[in-house]
């Protein structure tokens, strides 16, 4: 157990549809990355929050969003779904610059 | 972007043989990690590498960090089953700023008792 939780653990949705994933990091750890994992693509980082505030944006569509709140859970919100967009999300924390991070279970979403 | 690539792609070993994994990077690194990743479940990490020619150890496995910075490569010795999954190598330019990795696309390990 990593000590990263990610809800739910799967997702099964319409396309055009809007969900909303769940990360909680490890406690005490400000840093938050998102990342989507899919067949052809591998893992790829999509966006990082530290202690509530947009640090770094990588492929990250414009459909996709995300904040992290005070106590420092983090939110992945994917709106107008489309069928390629189903994948494996993880979330990983890490405390800061000089640690590495851990990855939660991850959310399998699924688009039909 | 930054491109990782990692192989081979999946291999089949006998228990008890010896498995070598590598990533190459058309760009340099700071950091390398290689991680590996059971089906349903998040990476795990395994060894992370930090100064380029580090070699460093974790029980059966070895990694090294390229002199060049653009590579890594992992071994695993005297495979066991549980080593079955798969192996991501990851780097890390922290001159980004943000310490976000770039991710491999990964060696699927299969061991035949």
């Known amino acids: 157990d990593s000590g990263v939780t990610q809800t739910p653990k799967h997702l099964i949705t319409a396309t055009g549809q809007r969900v909303t994933l769940r990360c909680s990091p490890r406690?005490?750890?400000?840093?938050v990355y998102w990342y989507q994992q899919s067949l052809d693509q591998g893992l790829q980082f999509l966006i990082q929050?530290?202690?509530?505030?947009?640090?770094a944006k990588g492929n990250i569509l414009e459909r996709f969003s995300a904040q992290q709140f005070p106590d420092l859970h983090s939110e992945l919100n994917l709106s107008s779904l489309e069928l390629g967009d189903s994948a494996l999300y993880f979330c990983?924390?890490?405390?800061?610059?000089?640690?590495?991070?851990?990855f939660g279970q991850g959310t399998r979403l699924t688009v039909v | 972007g930054q491109q990782l690539n990692q192989s081979p792609q999946s291999m089949f070993i006998q228990e008890g043989e010896d498995v070598s994994m590598n990533c190459t990077s058309s760009?340099?690194?700071?950091?390398w990690l290689w991680y590996k990743q059971d089906p349903g479940e998040g990476p795990v990490l395994l060894i992370a590498?930090?100064?380029?020619?580090e070699l460093t150890s974790n029980g059966r496995l070895t990694a090294q960090f390229g002199i060049t910075r653009k590579d890594s490569f992992l071994n695993i010795s005297a495979s066991i089953p549980s080593d079955v999954g798969i192996y991501f190598c990851a780097g890390r330019d922290s001159g980004a700023g943000s310490y976000q990795l770039t991710f491999g696309k990964g060696t699927k390990l299969s061991v035949i008792p």
């Open positions: 760009s340099i690194f700071n950091t």
């Open positions: 990983a924390s890490k405390q800061g610059p000089n640690t590495e991070a851990f």
């Open positions: 929050y530290y202690n509530g505030e947009e640090r």
């Open positions: 590498l930090y100064k380029a020619g």
């Open positions: 406690s005490g750890d400000l840093s």
